[in-house]
Each structure stands twice: as C-alpha cells, then as structure tokens.
C-alpha cells in the first residue's frame, strides 16, 4: 500500500492512476508495495524506490548512501508478528530536501501512531523534519519495549528466585516449569538481541545523515539530532543491562535444571545403595549349604528377614544423619 502525506493534509492511500495532488506529498510511506505503486512513487517524487533485497543488506555501505541532496538510508527494525513472536524486518529511508520516503515491508504500529499525530501539524512540514519525528516516534517505541522486557525479565526474576519458605512449599519444580522458564528467558533475550539492531540502526542513520547533509538541514533542526542520539546511547546502556540479566537468569535456570538432575541421581544412587545389602544377605541365605545352622533353626526364616530388613534400614539412616537425602 502507498500512502501519501502531505503534511497538513489527510493521511491516505494514493491511487497510481490518479493525477498527483496538491500539495506535493512530504512523506510516502510505502508498504509491500507493488510494482505499480514504485513506479508511481517514483514518479511522484523522482526518487529511486529501494527493493528488499537493498535494504536487508548488512555491510555500512549498502545501508547508508547518498547521490546528490538525496540520502539512502536502512536499518532493522523490531516488530511482532502475527503469531506473536518477535522479529526484525529491513526498513527503508530516502531523504530529499523535498520528500521522505519509507519503505516497509512489514505492518509496524509505530508508523500508524506517527501517522496520526503527523495529520495537521505543521511541524512535519518539511521532509527533514517530518524524518527526525518519524525517528523520535521509533526510538519512543523501542524505549517502550524494552520497558515491557524488564518487566517480563522482573517477573521470570522472582519465579526463578522464591524465598526460601516459598522454595520448600513448592520443592517440586516440574520439567514442564523449567522449561517454560527457558523459552520465556530465551524470548525475552531474542528481543533484547533484536532492539539492539534496531538501535544501531538508528544511531548509524542519525550519524550519517547529520554529516551528509549538513549544507541544508535547517539550523533549528541540528539539536534534535543530538537529542536522538543520546535517546539511543540511554537506551542502548539499558539494552546491555538487560543483556546481562538475560545471561544471568539463563545460567540460573540451567543451573537449577543441574540441580533437580543432580537430585534424581542422588536419589537412584542411594536407592541402589540401599538395597545393596539386603540383596547380599539374600543372596547368602539363598544358597542352601547343607552346612548353615540357621536353616535348623525354628526361628531361622524370622531371623533372615530380620537382617535383611536391618541391612537396608541402617544403610538409610547413615545417609540421611550425613544429609545426603
């Protein structure tokens, strides 16, 4: 879908068969678009529309360009998908004294929200500036979500770490809970990975573009670069905090994964310990000599019992005196 902004008017799609409207559109957003709508961008604005492959491109060079007075500009950014789970699709700028492009191909809601706010203000009413809020408005998201991976990291926190009196009422955590433990530290640490990315992509983007296009972004304009990049230096140090808490609650839960392991072996271990001794009494008394005088005797059966009984009980004993169970 295109979509044509203009600033003080209406957010709407753009029909390619339509004549361009006035006033000429300040931002374009395009989404999937089809090879219709590229061509129609294009000509609306005369800039090149990047293809997906461009802008899933890793190396600097690929992702940060310039031709003219116009900037090519892409980085990954964080979104949930249908089915809830968290990923990264390439999202692409072009930067022109006269226009904003982006090119998306994924829904992201942080467009639809600037989108609202950007209808009727006069503030976006030049493309540079209608880019530095479009940023602001992704740098808030990002901010918002990894506020809501500290909390879900707070929650898996105190789960992990019961009290002690919690701890012996519910001693039994089941193979099920530590493993819905590992899947949701395992998410939350793909999320983090996935901000991470985002945010380097927007430091490198606000870097190049104050630098390249220096001789006529307004002057007014010049410290909100700044304020964007220390938006992201504040929050790329919260995303390594919480980078470490992801490694610190993953070695916590393995390590508790190591102890009920641990646990099962000491239990069959003493176990077969246990029964080592009656075993071997049984096995004594089963032999049948013709020479063993407690066959004679009328107490003999009670007797045998009695010891093998004896010998598993002692066995127990001493190991639970030493704490071992």
């Given amino acids: ?183 949701a530290v395992g998410n939350a640490g793909e999320r983090v990975s996935n901000i991470r990315d985002s945010l380097l992509g927007v430091n490198r983007i606000v870097l190049y573009v104050n630098e390249a296009a220096a001789d006529w972004i307004p002057g007014n304009l010049r410290p909100r670069f700044k304020t964007v990049r220390q938006d992201v230096a504040s929050l790329a140090d919260y995303d390594n905090q919480l980078t470490n808490k992801v490694q610190f609650l993953l070695d916590a839960t393995l390590g508790f994964i190591n102890i009920e392991q641990n646990n099962g072996i000491k239990i069959l271990t003493v176990v077969s310990v246990v029964g080592v001794p009656p075993t071997l009494m049984a096995s004594i008394y089963g032999m049948n000599f013709k020479m063993m005088p407690e066959l004679e005797w009328h107490y003999g059966y009670a007797y045998g019992l009695a010891v093998i009984i004896l010998s598993a009980i002692l066995p127990f004993l001493w190991f639970k005196r030493r704490g071992w169970i």
């Fill in 1 to 183: 879908m295109l979509y044509m902004n203009a600033g003080l008017a209406p957010r709407r799609p753009f029909q390619p068969h339509a004549e361009p409207s006035e006033p000429a559109p300040v931002w374009i957003d395009l989404l999937r678009p089809t090879d219709q709508e590229r061509s129609a961008a294009e000509r609306l604005t005369g800039l090149r529309v990047p293809a997906q492959a461009d802008l899933a491109e890793i190396e600097s060079s690929s992702r940060l360009s310039s031709e003219g007075k116009t900037l090519s500009l892409s980085m990954p950014m964080i979104y949930r998908s249908a089915d809830g789970l968290s990923k990264v699709a390439p999202l692409g700028f072009v930067l022109s004294p006269e226009h904003l492009m982006t090119v998306r191909f994924a829904d992201m809601p942080v467009f639809d929200q600037f989108a609202e706010r950007f209808v009727g203000s006069a503030a976006h009413s030049s493309s540079v500036a209608a880019f530095l809020s479009l940023l602001e408005a992704i740098v808030d998201r990002l901010a918002d979500i990894l506020e809501h991976v500290g909390a879900d990291l707070d929650a898996i926190s105190r789960r992990v770490f019961r009290s002690e009196r919690g701890a012996k009422r519910n001693a039994a955590r089941t193979d099920m809970q530590l493993q819905a433990t590992l899947r």
